[in-house]
């Protein structure tokens, strides 16, 4: 059973999915309607699932499932992440994306998440620079620390010895 993903309580499992580039408002809306529609009947071991989908900062797919009644189940998961990659190569987009995606003064930036060391050395992620922690497992964890700023993210010992 799908649900609003604002209605999801703090304890639910939560995956992360992140698009390789930027989605455009259509995109946005046509993979919004596909994830509805494949989540619809998600079901663990034939138990329907709780679950939620969103897309968020024109880069993001949220996963998230309410697992008090029913967990999810290693075929279930299994299955998501095939629905995610189909929806994916139908629309050319990489959801398994695994840059550091950070806000700017004018939207959204992205580098190659081997490349973080060197994005700190050059200054184009600050300590403050608001990174998105796609790490998080919970709802919980993804409202109070989805949005970090770097310098309290992973990234931290990146920051170890460099002036800004």
């Known amino acids: ?18 698009a390789n580039r930027t989605l455009s408002t259509t995109e946005q809306e046509v993979i919004q309607s596909q994830l509805q529609a494949s989540f619809e ?19 993001f797919v ?19 992440t095939r629905i995610i990659s189909q929806i994916g190569q139908q629309a050319g987009i990489d959801f398994f994306d695994r840059s550091i995606v950070f806000k700017t003064e ?5 580098v190659d998440g081997l ?8 200054g184009t992620i600050q ?6 922690n796609n790490q998080v497992k919970t709802v919980g964890e993804f409202r109070a620390n989805w949005e970090l700023p770097a310098a309290e993210s992973w990234m931290k010992r990146f920051f170890v010895g460099v002036v800004s």
């Open 41 to 59: 009947e998600w079901a663990a071991h034939g138990q329907p699932l709780t679950n939620a989908v969103t897309v968020l900062q024109a880069r």
């Open 62 to 80: 949220l996963l998230a499932v309410d697992e008090k009644a029913y967990a999810a189940s290693g075929c279930s998961i299994d299955a998501s």
């Open 106 to 110: 004018d939207g959204i930036d992205s």
């Open 127 to 132: 300590p403050d620079t608001i990174i998105f």
């Open 1 to 18: 059973m799908r649900i609003d993903f604002d209605q999801m309580p703090d304890h639910a499992r939560l995956w992360v999915y992140q």
């Open 115 to 122: 490349k973080g060391k060197s994005a700190v050395k050059a």
